[in-house]
């Protein structure tokens, strides 16, 4: 069960980065909205994990990131931005003794609860990722409105991926 | 000691967060070019404007020094206007009169020594023989008004024997009916300003305002503006006017003259000495 977990998360990995760098990373509408598909791999962690691990994934994840987008420490500060609010959102949100679900995925905890983590976690890595990338505050409007549009188009993704790969069993 | 770790691994999320988190940041500043710049930048332009607060700040304790160097800047440049126009360079300028085919030439000179206060006043040039002075060349002020004659020549100075001394005699008209006389400084005299004209034939009529010109007759050149009349028709014991008359020229404020040289005065001179005086 446990090695199974690792490697399904390790495939997972590899998939999204693959797609993120290779794909995602040559797509962008006009500069404003960048999808950013790889924080899926943090969103699907199981519940289980270590916070030091999370974090260290979440680190490790986003420099691979800055040495394929050449921002280092960009992404993998966003990431532990995104570990962060993760953490919170379900220590808050869930009964930390209740939870039996493996991962929090969009077939395992329903689409009201996994659209609300999705959207808190994204925007905070997406705000975070862009002011950092912009690194002032003068162009603060057209930074919020890339982190918006940016949010958007990831959420979308997020939601096709979960959907394709969406099992009614478990539910 | 056991509390705070307790504290720490209850909120470890966020004590793991923030370790991360300054580590991402510093990463990025450290490892991008434009990151870095903006946060140096940044921190220059607060740098920079707390020194331009002290520096408004200092310019204004600095004022006096300042002041002190930039007035003497100003007389140094003063200085290098004056020798930049000064008259050493000045060549003979060349007046052609047509008419009595006269040849002057003026040249000009800047008084190095001037006196006023004396009974008789004499003053330095700083022109000599190596520019063509001689004994007895008429000097004219600069604008209007005559000066004197050279009296002694050395190489590179000269003296003038000015108006104001009692021994100066220049031939002069009056311009309205070029009736003669002679300018004189006068005895017991101390008014720079003032001078007066003597042997006016008794049948010319003076008047207030009168404009006394030379008459050529020397080695001034005719047709200069000596002064105007104040004081007319002064009866002297003689068949002759003399009247008051306030001079063009300040000696006072003197700083240039022109040194007249008349071609043909060594001529006149020796022709002139043909004449035997009681003849």
Redesign the interface.
Known sequence: MNSRIIIINTIRWFLLLFVQVFLLKNMGFYDLSTPFIYVLFLLLLPFGIPNILLYLLAFGTGLTLDAFYDTMGVHATACVVLAFVRISFISISLNRDAIDDPEPSLSYMGFQWFSLYAFLCVIAHHIVLFFLETFKLTEIGYTLMRCGLSCIFTLLIIFLVEFIFYKRTSR | MRNLWIFVSRY???F??FV??T??????????A??RS??LN?SNEIVGTAYERLNIFKRYLNLGMVNDSLAAENAKLKTQLLTLTTVDTAKDVKVIDTVTNQEYTYLAAKVVKNSITLRNNIMTINKGSVDGIKNGMAVIAPQRGVVGFIRDVSEHLATIQSLLHKDTKISVTLKKNNALGSLVWGDGNFDIKKAFVKEVPNHIKMYVGDTIITSGYGSFPAGILVGRIVKPNVATNDNFLSGELNLFTDFGTLQYVYVVKYKKAEEQKALESLVKPNE
Do not use: D, E, R, W
């Open positions: 470890n999320a966020f793991l967060f991360f988190f580590i991402g940041i510093y990463l990025t500043v450290k490892n991008n434009y990151q903006v946060t940044s």
